[in-house]
């Protein structure tokens, strides 16, 4: 059935074709030294923060973490940091209230997004705002060289 606020777009077009699904997410009340794991784990710079049915809350990057190399270096004591790193909360440094994606969101409109937001990713959210995915600035670039690997004049 054709969306009648949107133009229609080629599915290979939307969200969901590109998404990485299922997104790595942190509870809100999680410590910040359980996001740096994840983070490291999974290698990503981000995680949408959710609370115990999955709904989006926020989300927090690494640069929301990064105090924690800045402490190293001024030459706090490793094992204070991580105690800091405990004991601080996730919900209490993440941005509240991100923007987000539906899977049928456009791969042109999630770019501008990013693009007009300063942003590197956006969570993608089903109609209950359950996180779902998450759509990154690589996975923008991967649908672009595809996009000219198949248009091969551009």
């Given amino acids: 059935m054709a969306n009648k606020t949107k133009p229609d777009?080629?599915?290979e077009q939307e969200i969901r074709f590109w998404m990485r699904t299922p997104a790595i997410t942190i509870n809100l009340a999680a410590p910040l030294s359980e996001a740096l794991v994840l983070m490291r784990?999974?290698?990503i710079r981000r995680l949408p923060v959710v609370v115990d049915t999955?709904?989006?809350r926020g989300i927090i990057t690494q640069g929301d973490i990064r105090g924690a190399d800045i402490m190293r270096v001024a030459g706090l004591d490793p094992v204070d940091i991580a105690q800091a790193l405990r004991n601080v909360k996730?919900?209490?440094v993440m941005s509240e209230n991100p923007i987000s994606v539906t899977p049928e969101?456009?791969?042109r409109e999630a770019a501008l997004l990013m693009i007009e937001n300063k942003i590197g990713g956006l969570p993608v959210v089903d109609d209950q705002n359950r996180v779902i995915?998450?759509?990154t600035e690589s996975d923008l670039f991967e649908?672009?060289?595809?996009q000219l690997e198949s248009h091969p004049r551009f």
């Fill in 90 to 92: 996730v919900y209490e």
């Fill in 54 to 56: 999955g709904e989006l």
């Fill in 41 to 43: 784990e999974h290698d």
């Fill in 143 to 146: 649908a672009l060289v595809q």
């Fill in 133 to 135: 995915g998450i759509i």
């Fill in 9 to 11: 777009i080629p599915a």
């Fill in 105 to 107: 969101t456009s791969l």
